[in-house]
């Protein structure tokens, strides 16, 4: 943990992609060896998880093979899975994993998404956050024309999107 930890701060997955093999090794073992000794870290802290995700979505986008494409995607996805259960904020790990899984998984239009923000909007109520906003409604309209959705379900998420967006400009300053 502390051997990788600082080949993070600051960084983001363009800055990790760029990052030399031989530091981006270095980190990416260290965060392994961490995460398969001590997922939930010390039990205080998910850093293990979000910094695994953000490995794997670097390791995305620096390889052209397909299959590790979609291996890497699927252990994006199981680290939300696994914080989730660890440490509960399901509403807003719920939606963050729909927003991975529609802009870098490769799951945009799937009723999978779908599944993954309409169970994070049920959770989140008013409260969900407002990254959720935009691409839930892109799924929908996607999803409807591909006539999965009825008139009445996209009506009711449309509802329940813009109770979102009112309460969220009301109440929070981002």
Not at 156 to 169: P, Q, R, S
Request: charged share 35%.
């Amino acid at each position: 943990h502390v051997i990788y930890r600082p080949f993070l701060k600051g960084k983001d997955v363009p800055d990790l992609v760029k990052m030399d093999e031989g530091n981006f090794n270095i980190a990416y073992d260290n965060w392994k060896k961490a995460y398969e000794i001590a997922p939930a870290a010390d039990g205080q802290r998910p850093s293990h998880y979000a910094d695994g995700r953000l490995f794997n979505r670097a390791l995305m986008e620096r390889t052209t093979d397909a299959a590790k494409k979609k291996e890497y995607a699927a252990m994006v996805s199981r680290l939300y899975d696994e914080e989730i259960q660890c440490y509960k904020n399901e509403a807003y790990l719920l939606g963050r994993k729909g927003y991975d899984m529609f802009y870098y998984l490769g799951n945009s239009y799937s009723i999978e998404t779908y599944d993954v923000f309409k169970k994070s909007l049920d959770k989140g109520g008013k409260d969900s956050e407002y990254v959720i906003l935009e691409p839930m409604a892109e799924v929908v309209v996607y999803l409807y024309q591909q006539k999965k959705l009825t008139k009445e379900e996209v009506r009711a998420i449309h509802e329940k999107l813009t109770e979102v967006g009112e309460h969220n400009i009301k109440n929070n300053e981002r």
